[in-house]
Protein backbone atom coordinates (compact mmCIF):
# COMPACT_ATOMS: atom_id res chain seq x y z
CA UNK A 1 0.00 0.00 0.00
CA UNK A 2 1.59 3.01 -1.30
CA UNK A 3 2.24 6.37 1.26
CA UNK A 4 0.72 9.81 0.73
CA UNK A 5 4.26 10.78 0.43
CA UNK A 6 4.98 8.96 -2.30
CA UNK A 7 1.74 10.91 -4.05
CA UNK A 8 3.27 14.04 -3.28
CA UNK A 9 6.06 16.51 -4.56
CA UNK A 10 8.47 16.49 -1.67
CA UNK A 11 9.94 19.23 -2.84
CA UNK A 12 6.68 21.45 -1.02
CA UNK A 13 7.46 19.76 2.09
CA UNK A 14 5.20 17.03 2.96
CA UNK A 15 7.25 14.96 6.13
CA UNK A 16 4.60 12.44 6.55
CA UNK A 17 1.10 10.96 6.55
CA UNK A 18 -0.35 12.72 9.32
CA UNK A 19 -3.97 15.19 7.45
CA UNK A 20 -5.57 17.47 10.14
CA UNK A 21 -9.05 16.54 9.50
CA UNK A 22 -11.30 20.01 8.09
CA UNK A 23 -13.28 21.13 11.56
CA UNK A 24 -15.71 23.62 9.42
CA UNK A 25 -17.15 26.03 12.41
CA UNK A 26 -13.87 25.54 14.80
CA UNK A 27 -10.55 26.39 13.02
CA UNK A 28 -9.49 27.92 9.52
CA UNK A 29 -6.25 29.00 8.05
CA UNK A 30 -4.16 29.53 10.98
CA UNK A 31 -4.61 25.90 12.61
CA UNK A 32 -3.95 24.28 9.04
CA UNK A 33 -0.88 26.57 8.69
CA UNK A 34 0.16 25.09 12.04
CA UNK A 35 0.05 21.60 11.80
CA UNK A 36 1.46 22.23 8.05
CA UNK A 37 4.79 23.93 9.11
CA UNK A 38 5.08 20.94 11.73
CA UNK A 39 5.74 18.81 8.30
CA UNK A 40 1.54 17.76 8.86
CA UNK A 41 -1.44 18.33 5.66
CA UNK A 42 -3.36 21.60 7.18
CA UNK A 43 -6.74 21.03 5.49
CA UNK A 44 -8.88 24.36 5.37
CA UNK A 45 -12.47 23.49 5.91
CA UNK A 46 -15.01 25.49 2.70
CA UNK A 47 -18.30 23.96 3.52
CA UNK A 48 -19.57 27.23 5.05
CA UNK A 49 -17.28 29.52 3.15
CA UNK A 50 -17.93 31.47 0.51
CA UNK A 51 -15.71 31.44 -2.98
CA UNK A 52 -14.43 35.45 -1.29
CA UNK A 53 -14.29 33.88 1.86
CA UNK A 54 -11.81 30.53 0.78
CA UNK A 55 -9.91 32.53 -1.25
CA UNK A 56 -8.99 34.99 1.69
CA UNK A 57 -8.43 31.51 3.43
CA UNK A 58 -5.92 30.29 1.27
CA UNK A 59 -4.41 33.58 0.62
CA UNK A 60 -4.03 33.80 4.50
CA UNK A 61 -2.56 30.46 4.37
CA UNK A 62 -0.35 30.84 1.28
CA UNK A 63 1.34 33.87 3.37
CA UNK A 64 1.77 31.84 6.01
CA UNK A 65 3.89 28.71 4.70
CA UNK A 66 4.31 27.50 1.40
CA UNK A 67 3.65 23.56 2.54
CA UNK A 68 0.56 21.76 1.10
CA UNK A 69 -2.95 22.10 1.87
CA UNK A 70 -5.90 20.35 2.01
CA UNK A 71 -9.15 22.39 1.12
CA UNK A 72 -12.18 20.24 2.04
CA UNK A 73 -16.06 20.43 0.83
CA UNK A 74 -19.19 19.07 1.26
CA UNK A 75 -20.95 17.40 -1.64
CA UNK A 76 -24.36 16.96 -0.43
CA UNK A 77 -27.76 17.51 -2.37
CA UNK A 78 -29.28 20.98 -1.32
CA UNK A 79 -32.95 20.22 -0.06
CA UNK A 80 -35.93 22.23 -1.02
CA UNK A 81 -37.85 23.49 2.71
CA UNK A 82 -40.52 21.52 3.22
CA UNK A 83 -43.14 23.73 4.89
CA UNK A 84 -45.02 20.96 7.03
CA UNK A 85 -41.59 19.07 7.69
CA UNK A 86 -40.47 22.48 9.28
CA UNK A 87 -43.87 23.09 11.00
CA UNK A 88 -43.50 20.02 12.65
CA UNK A 89 -39.75 20.26 13.69
CA UNK A 90 -40.84 23.84 15.34
CA UNK A 91 -43.68 22.37 17.30
CA UNK A 92 -41.80 19.75 18.87
CA UNK A 93 -39.03 22.81 19.85
CA UNK A 94 -41.68 25.14 21.14
CA UNK A 95 -41.39 24.30 24.65
CA UNK A 96 -37.76 24.80 24.54
CA UNK A 97 -39.23 28.33 22.45
CA UNK A 98 -41.39 29.00 25.46
CA UNK A 99 -38.48 29.02 28.21
CA UNK A 100 -36.21 31.24 26.66
CA UNK A 101 -39.32 33.58 25.24
CA UNK A 102 -38.88 33.07 21.86
CA UNK A 103 -41.02 33.65 19.15
CA UNK A 104 -41.35 30.34 17.15
CA UNK A 105 -42.28 32.78 14.03
CA UNK A 106 -38.51 34.43 13.45
CA UNK A 107 -36.38 31.76 13.62
CA UNK A 108 -32.66 32.98 12.57
CA UNK A 109 -31.01 32.66 9.68
CA UNK A 110 -29.02 29.47 10.20
CA UNK A 111 -24.79 29.31 9.11
CA UNK A 112 -25.77 27.49 5.69
CA UNK A 113 -23.25 24.52 4.33
CA UNK A 114 -23.12 24.64 0.87
CA UNK A 115 -21.78 21.92 -2.21
CA UNK A 116 -19.09 22.40 -4.00
CA UNK A 117 -19.86 24.00 -7.37
CA UNK A 118 -18.24 25.98 -9.91
CA UNK A 119 -17.34 29.29 -8.34
CA UNK A 120 -15.70 27.39 -5.66
CA UNK A 121 -13.73 25.26 -8.48
CA UNK A 122 -12.80 28.68 -9.74
CA UNK A 123 -10.92 29.44 -6.09
CA UNK A 124 -9.37 25.91 -6.59
CA UNK A 125 -8.20 27.12 -10.28
CA UNK A 126 -6.66 30.24 -9.10
CA UNK A 127 -4.94 28.38 -5.91
CA UNK A 128 -4.09 25.80 -7.17
CA UNK A 129 -4.48 23.37 -3.85
CA UNK A 130 -2.10 20.12 -3.32
CA UNK A 131 -5.29 17.93 -2.27
CA UNK A 132 -8.82 18.62 -2.37
CA UNK A 133 -10.91 16.33 0.01
CA UNK A 134 -14.90 15.71 -0.23
CA UNK A 135 -17.54 14.74 2.21
CA UNK A 136 -20.65 12.83 0.93
CA UNK A 137 -19.03 11.30 -1.69
CA UNK A 138 -17.57 13.35 -4.89
CA UNK A 139 -19.34 16.23 -6.66
CA UNK A 140 -20.32 15.45 -10.11
CA UNK A 141 -18.05 14.07 -13.22
CA UNK A 142 -17.16 17.88 -14.29
CA UNK A 143 -16.62 19.52 -11.22
CA UNK A 144 -14.07 16.42 -10.05
CA UNK A 145 -12.43 16.66 -13.47
CA UNK A 146 -11.97 20.69 -12.94
CA UNK A 147 -10.10 19.56 -9.68
CA UNK A 148 -7.61 17.07 -11.14
CA UNK A 149 -7.51 19.47 -13.69
CA UNK A 150 -5.72 21.51 -11.03
CA UNK A 151 -2.79 18.89 -10.12
CA UNK A 152 -4.71 17.96 -6.89
CA UNK A 153 -4.87 14.79 -5.23
CA UNK A 154 -8.75 14.03 -4.71
CA UNK A 155 -9.62 12.52 -1.37
CA UNK A 156 -12.97 11.60 0.29
CA UNK A 157 -14.29 9.63 2.91
CA UNK A 158 -16.02 6.38 3.46
CA UNK A 159 -18.33 4.77 6.13
CA UNK A 160 -18.92 1.35 4.20
CA UNK A 161 -16.80 -1.26 1.84
CA UNK A 162 -19.47 -0.58 -0.49
CA UNK A 163 -18.58 3.16 -0.55
CA UNK A 164 -15.14 3.18 -0.45
CA UNK A 165 -15.18 0.81 -4.07
CA UNK A 166 -17.86 3.70 -4.83
CA UNK A 167 -15.04 6.54 -4.55
CA UNK A 168 -12.57 4.10 -5.84
CA UNK A 169 -14.22 3.56 -9.44
CA UNK A 170 -15.66 6.87 -9.70
CA UNK A 171 -12.02 9.16 -9.50
CA UNK A 172 -10.67 9.58 -5.72
CA UNK A 173 -6.92 8.64 -5.60
CA UNK A 174 -7.51 8.33 -1.56
CA UNK A 175 -10.08 7.14 0.53
CA UNK A 176 -10.07 8.01 4.15
CA UNK A 177 -11.65 5.22 6.34
CA UNK A 178 -14.17 6.83 8.64
CA UNK A 179 -14.25 4.79 11.36
CA UNK A 180 -17.97 5.06 13.55
CA UNK A 181 -15.58 6.87 16.79
CA UNK A 182 -14.67 9.91 14.92
CA UNK A 183 -16.52 13.23 15.23
CA UNK A 184 -18.39 15.42 13.25
CA UNK A 185 -20.75 14.32 10.60
CA UNK A 186 -20.37 11.35 8.93
CA UNK A 187 -19.43 11.00 5.44
CA UNK A 188 -21.93 8.33 4.41
CA UNK A 189 -23.84 8.96 1.27
CA UNK A 190 -24.63 5.67 -0.30
CA UNK A 191 -27.76 4.66 1.81
CA UNK A 192 -31.07 6.01 0.79
CA UNK A 193 -31.31 6.73 4.65
CA UNK A 194 -28.72 8.40 6.24
CA UNK A 195 -29.73 7.93 9.53
CA UNK A 196 -28.96 4.24 9.15
CA UNK A 197 -25.58 3.87 10.14
CA UNK A 198 -26.06 0.31 11.63
CA UNK A 199 -23.21 -1.02 8.36
CA UNK A 200 -20.65 1.58 9.60
CA UNK A 201 -17.91 -0.31 12.07
CA UNK A 202 -14.93 0.87 14.32
CA UNK A 203 -12.00 2.27 12.54
CA UNK A 204 -9.36 -0.84 13.65
CA UNK A 205 -12.17 -3.30 12.07
CA UNK A 206 -13.05 -0.80 9.27
CA UNK A 207 -9.24 -0.29 7.62
CA UNK A 208 -8.22 -4.01 7.24
CA UNK A 209 -11.65 -4.60 5.31
CA UNK A 210 -11.73 -1.47 2.93
CA UNK A 211 -7.85 -2.22 2.69
CA UNK A 212 -8.74 -5.62 1.07
CA UNK A 213 -11.51 -4.14 -0.98
CA UNK A 214 -9.95 -0.88 -2.87
CA UNK A 215 -6.45 -0.29 -4.34
CA UNK A 216 -5.99 3.16 -3.50
CA UNK A 217 -4.34 4.05 -0.47
CA UNK A 218 -6.26 4.22 2.46
CA UNK A 219 -6.10 6.79 4.67
CA UNK A 220 -7.51 5.67 8.73
CA UNK A 221 -9.79 8.28 10.75
CA UNK A 222 -11.62 7.74 13.93
CA UNK A 223 -10.33 7.51 17.37
CA UNK A 224 -7.03 8.18 16.75
CA UNK A 225 -5.87 10.51 19.28
CA UNK A 226 -1.99 10.01 19.80
CA UNK A 227 1.45 8.49 18.88
CA UNK A 228 0.35 4.90 19.77
CA UNK A 229 -3.02 5.10 17.66
CA UNK A 230 -1.21 6.90 15.08
CA UNK A 231 1.35 3.41 15.22
CA UNK A 232 -1.60 1.24 15.28
CA UNK A 233 -3.06 2.60 11.87
CA UNK A 234 0.15 2.63 10.78
CA UNK A 235 0.98 -1.17 11.75
CA UNK A 236 -2.65 -2.09 9.87
CA UNK A 237 -0.93 -0.94 6.82
CA UNK A 238 -2.95 2.84 7.05
CA UNK A 239 -1.41 4.99 4.23
CA UNK A 240 -1.37 7.92 6.66
CA UNK A 241 -3.99 8.89 9.32
CA UNK A 242 -6.42 11.45 9.72
CA UNK A 243 -6.95 13.45 13.17
CA UNK A 244 -9.61 16.18 14.26
CA UNK A 245 -10.56 16.01 17.63
CA UNK A 246 -7.03 15.88 19.07
CA UNK A 247 -6.63 19.89 17.78
CA UNK A 248 -9.76 21.28 19.20
CA UNK A 249 -8.11 22.70 22.26
CA UNK A 250 -4.98 23.63 20.45
CA UNK A 251 -3.76 27.84 20.75
CA UNK A 252 -5.07 28.05 16.79
CA UNK A 253 -8.90 26.45 16.97
CA UNK A 254 -11.69 28.67 16.56
CA UNK A 255 -13.87 26.31 19.04
CA UNK A 256 -15.62 28.15 21.79
CA UNK A 257 -14.66 28.74 25.52
CA UNK A 258 -17.86 26.27 26.08
CA UNK A 259 -16.64 23.92 23.88
CA UNK A 260 -13.45 23.93 25.00
CA UNK A 261 -14.36 23.35 28.22
CA UNK A 262 -16.82 20.40 27.43
CA UNK A 263 -13.70 18.71 26.02
CA UNK A 264 -11.93 19.04 29.12
CA UNK A 265 -14.73 17.63 31.31
CA UNK A 266 -16.27 14.47 32.13
CA UNK A 267 -18.87 15.39 30.21
CA UNK A 268 -16.51 14.54 26.69
CA UNK A 269 -16.67 10.35 28.16
CA UNK A 270 -20.25 10.57 26.75
CA UNK A 271 -20.46 11.16 22.78
CA UNK A 272 -23.19 10.16 20.21
CA UNK A 273 -23.99 10.50 16.86
CA UNK A 274 -27.09 12.96 16.26
CA UNK A 275 -29.20 14.75 13.63
CA UNK A 276 -30.97 17.49 15.77
CA UNK A 277 -28.29 20.48 14.77
CA UNK A 278 -27.68 19.87 10.99
CA UNK A 279 -30.18 17.03 9.95
CA UNK A 280 -27.76 14.52 9.50
CA UNK A 281 -26.12 12.34 11.96
CA UNK A 282 -22.96 13.80 13.50
CA UNK A 283 -20.99 12.91 16.52
CA UNK A 284 -21.24 15.04 19.32
CA UNK A 285 -20.85 15.73 23.22
CA UNK A 286 -24.24 14.76 24.52
CA UNK A 287 -26.03 17.71 26.31
CA UNK A 288 -29.54 18.16 27.18
CA UNK A 289 -30.99 18.35 24.09
CA UNK A 290 -29.54 15.36 23.06
CA UNK A 291 -30.76 13.69 25.93
CA UNK A 292 -34.43 15.49 26.18
CA UNK A 293 -35.45 14.39 22.55
CA UNK A 294 -33.35 11.13 21.65
CA UNK A 295 -29.67 12.28 19.88
CA UNK A 296 -31.24 10.97 16.61
CA UNK A 297 -35.07 12.36 15.84
CA UNK A 298 -36.32 11.17 12.72
CA UNK A 299 -39.12 14.40 12.80
CA UNK A 300 -35.35 16.83 12.09
CA UNK A 301 -35.34 18.55 8.53
CA UNK A 302 -32.99 17.40 5.88
CA UNK A 303 -29.39 18.37 6.33
CA UNK A 304 -28.63 21.42 6.53
CA UNK A 305 -31.99 22.71 7.51
CA UNK A 306 -32.71 21.72 11.02
CA UNK A 307 -29.96 24.03 11.60
CA UNK A 308 -32.39 26.88 11.34
CA UNK A 309 -34.86 26.09 14.54
CA UNK A 310 -32.35 25.03 16.59
CA UNK A 311 -30.14 28.42 16.31
CA UNK A 312 -32.17 30.62 18.52
CA UNK A 313 -32.14 27.87 21.17
CA UNK A 314 -28.85 27.73 21.05
CA UNK A 315 -28.14 31.54 20.70
CA UNK A 316 -30.29 32.01 23.64
CA UNK A 317 -28.52 29.03 25.95
CA UNK A 318 -24.64 30.37 25.43
CA UNK A 319 -26.11 34.03 26.42
CA UNK A 320 -26.65 32.46 29.79
CA UNK A 321 -23.60 30.29 30.06
CA UNK A 322 -25.43 26.99 29.18
CA UNK A 323 -24.06 24.20 26.43
CA UNK A 324 -27.56 22.59 26.62
CA UNK A 325 -28.51 23.27 22.84
CA UNK A 326 -24.90 23.74 20.99
CA UNK A 327 -23.08 20.93 18.84
CA UNK A 328 -19.65 20.30 20.68
CA UNK A 329 -18.74 18.10 18.06
CA UNK A 330 -16.00 15.34 19.87
CA UNK A 331 -14.86 12.19 18.73
CA UNK A 332 -15.29 9.12 21.10
CA UNK A 333 -11.24 9.38 22.13
CA UNK A 334 -10.66 12.96 23.56
CA UNK A 335 -7.87 12.20 25.09
CA UNK A 336 -5.32 13.49 23.05
CA UNK A 337 -6.60 16.82 23.58
CA UNK A 338 -4.24 19.36 24.69
CA UNK A 339 -3.96 23.58 25.06
CA UNK A 340 -0.73 23.57 23.01
CA UNK A 341 0.07 24.87 19.88
CA UNK A 342 -0.82 22.64 16.44
CA UNK A 343 2.63 22.37 15.49
CA UNK A 344 3.97 21.13 18.59
CA UNK A 345 0.52 18.53 19.07
CA UNK A 346 1.52 17.61 15.28
CA UNK A 347 5.17 16.80 16.02
CA UNK A 348 3.82 14.52 19.26
CA UNK A 349 1.53 12.60 16.90
CA UNK A 350 4.77 12.33 14.36
CA UNK A 351 5.89 9.92 16.82
CA UNK A 352 3.78 7.47 16.09
CA UNK A 353 5.32 7.52 12.75
CA UNK A 354 8.69 6.45 13.34
Same mark, same amino acid.
Given at each position: ??????????????????????????????????????????????????????? !????????????????????????????????????????????????????????????????????????????????????????????????????????????????? @????????????????? @?????? &?????????????????????????????????????????????????????????????? &??????????????????????????????????????????????????? !????????? @????????????????????????????????? !????????
Amino acid at each position: MAHIQTLLNHSVGFDFPLIQAPMAGSQDHRLAAAVAQAGGLGSIPSAMLTPDALA !LQLSNYRAMTDRPVNVNFFTHTSPLPDEAVEKTWQTMLSPYYDEFGIDSTKTMAAASRLPFDHAMADVLDAFKPEVVSFHFGLPAPDLLARVKSCGALVMSSATTIEEARWLE @RNGADIVIAQGLEAGGH @RGHFLS &NDVLDVSAQMGTFAFLPQIMRAVNVPVVAAGGIADAAGVRAAMGLGAAGVQIGTSFLLCHES &NASPMHRAALGSEMAVHTCLTNLFTGRPARSIVNRIMREMGAINRHAPSFP !LATAAIMPL @RTAAEAQGSMDFSPLWAGQNTSGCQAISATELT !LKLAKGFS
